[in-house]
């Protein structure tokens, strides 16, 4: 596998089920002390949660995303054992807060302290939504001009937040903001031809203005955190350019939260840069699918249970033979 072409991305929230890792768990030793470590960490059953749910409480974002992570870093040591781990791949990049996983993976921070972290993060959002309410929706099919400009619209009108949290591929994205203003959006949305316009079902409206205080509180959490310059580069979500020294690290975390994810920019500086190998390491492969519209042509692996690792590890195999 050629280093230089090849860059790992990690899920962020949205692709948790009950029964994810569970298959790692069991098959591969360094998994399951990875889920181990988890529960030790945070001091609950988080592979319990994991494996049997319940769906409710997995759904929490206090407890989705420091599970997703989970899963991500457990398959990631299995790709590690295999001599297939960060060290060989020229690139890391996660999408929202896959960007904690991402870290742990290009030597920032060990996966105690990057748990913590996430589990951290996740709380703040957790309760900066129930002090500012609001929704995201996903939109698809209008282009993104049009989407800004009838968000500045909205906000204009209505004095409220509404606007575009993730910019997740061409034709695709996402809306964070006030109820009201959200909903206005999406009647104008469709007014417009969109080929689909829906509400997702979260009530925290991530990467927007609307988590201000969740940004405050975690840059203070911070203030005592030490990132070690990153040992391959990392796309950031908010430049959708490459960071490696801690105080990049520090002031991308300390604004993401408030900044749209910018993910469409983030695989094409990849792709220029020369990459045309992306393997998924986490639950599901939906950034595999968001990578395929961005462009066909590049090569897409997800790694996040056995038969996905297997696969991998029988493709890698066969290309070097």
């Given at each position: ?59 929490d974002i206090a407890n989705?995303?420091?599970?997703i992570m989970t899963v ?107 109820e009201g203003a959200l ?139």
């Amino acid at each position: 596998m050629d280093q230089t072409r090849t860059a790992f991305v990690f899920p962020g929230g949205g692709v948790q089920y009950v029964g994810m890792g569970r298959d790692l768990y069991d098959t591969y030793p360094e998994a399951k002390a990875t889920f181990e470590e988890a529960d030790d960490v945070l001091g609950f059953s988080l592979s319990q949660l994991c494996f049997a749910g319940p769906d409710d409480e997995l759904l929490d974002i206090a407890n989705s995303l420091p599970a997703i992570m989970t899963v991500s870093i457990a398959a990631l040591r299995v790709l590690e054992k295999r001599g297939l781990g960060p060290d060989s791949v020229g690139w890391v990049a996660g999408h929202s807060a896959g960007e904690i996983t991402a870290l742990v993976a290009a030597g920032v921070l060990d996966f105690a302290e990057g748990l913590r972290l996430m589990r951290t993060r996740s709380t703040l959002m957790h309760e900066a939504g129930q002090r500012n309410p609001g929704g995201m929706a996903a939109v698809i099919g209008i282009p993104t001009e049009d989407l800004e400009e009838i968000c500045t619209s909205v906000q204009r009108d209505t004095g409220e937040v509404v606007l575009i949290s993730n910019y997740n591929a061409p034709g695709q994205l996402v809306l964070s903001g006030h109820e009201g203003a959200l909903e206005r959006v999406l009647t104008l949305v469709k007014e417009r031809g969109a080929k689909r316009a829906v509400r997702l079902a979260v009530t925290i409206a991530s990467h927007c203005p609307l988590m201000e205080s969740a940004a405050a509180g975690l840059r203070r959490w911070m203030e005592n955190v030490h990132f070690r310059p990153a040992r391959i580069p990392l796309i950031a979500n908010v430049t959708a350019r490459p960071i490696r020294t801690p105080e990049e690290i520090r002031h991308e975390l300390g604004i993401q939260l408030v900044s749209p994810v910018r993910w469409t920019e983030s695989i094409q500086h990849l792709i220029q840069q020369g990459v045309n190998t992306f393997i998924e390491v986490g639950p599901r492969d939906v950034l595999s699918g968001l990578i395929k519209r961005v462009d066909r042509s590049v090569a897409r692996f997800s790694v996040g249970d056995v038969a996905k690792l297997e696969a991998l590890s029988q493709a890698l195999s066969s290309s070097a033979g």
